[in-house]
């Protein structure tokens, strides 16, 4: 079952979130999602196994310039995880249609998300899911 998040299940996506961002610490993901929740510009869905949360997929409208788009806004894939014992049965794949059917209903023509360079499974799963490959790009920065 997929549902739309409400802030009630606010520490549940947070607890999931933890397992895809570990370097977070848990009052901090459930307060940013929290900001999530209630914006009218994002959204995040749960993934149950009967009574067991066991994914999530957290999107939003971008107005900025997204690679590889030519509309605004887009809908954007901010994360997804789905635990490992539930992988491989599709999962990934309707949390990820129902944040195109969200975009959608805003008014999205086009959907994009990003991957870390070396995370190949991710690739893998944007490539199976129809995302076209726009750039690649490595960031840098430096204190001042």
Same mark, same amino acid.
């Given at each position: 079952?997929?549902?739309?998040?409400?802030?009630?299940? =606010?520490?549940?996506?947070? &607890?999931?979130?933890?397992?895809?961002?570990?370097?977070?610490?848990?009052?901090?993901?459930?307060?940013?999602?929290?900001? %999530?929740?209630?914006?009218? %510009?994002?959204?995040?869905?749960?993934?149950?196994?009967?009574?067991?949360?066991?994914?999530?997929?957290?999107? &939003?409208?971008? &107005?900025? %310039?997204?690679?590889?788009?030519?509309?605004?806004?887009?809908?954007?894939?901010?994360?997804? %995880?789905?635990?490992?014992?539930?992988?491989?049965?599709?999962?990934?794949?309707?949390?990820?249609?129902?944040?195109?059917?969200?975009?959608?209903?805003?008014?999205? =023509?086009?959907?994009?998300?990003?991957?870390?360079?070396?995370?190949?499974?991710?690739?893998?799963?944007?490539? =199976?899911?129809?995302?076209?490959?726009?750039?690649?790009?490595?960031?840098?920065?430096?204190?001042?």
């Amino acid at each position: 079952m997929i549902k739309k998040v409400e802030l009630a299940d =606010s520490h549940l996506v947070a &607890q999931l979130a933890l397992l895809l961002w570990p370097e977070h610490k848990i009052e901090d993901l459930e307060e940013e999602l929290k900001g %999530y929740i209630t914006s009218k %510009y994002a959204s995040i869905f749960l993934c149950f196994d009967e009574e067991q949360t066991v994914g999530f997929a957290q999107c &939003q409208l971008r &107005q900025d %310039y997204v690679e590889g788009t030519q509309t605004s806004p887009v809908g954007y894939l901010e994360g997804i %995880y789905i635990k490992a014992d539930y992988r491989k049965r599709g999962l990934a794949h309707r949390l990820l249609s129902a944040c195109e059917e969200w975009a959608k209903l805003k008014g999205c =023509s086009e959907f994009a998300s990003d991957c870390e360079l070396d995370n190949e499974d991710s690739l893998k799963f944007h490539l =199976s899911t129809g995302f076209d490959e726009a750039n690649r790009i490595i960031c840098f920065n430096k204190k001042l």
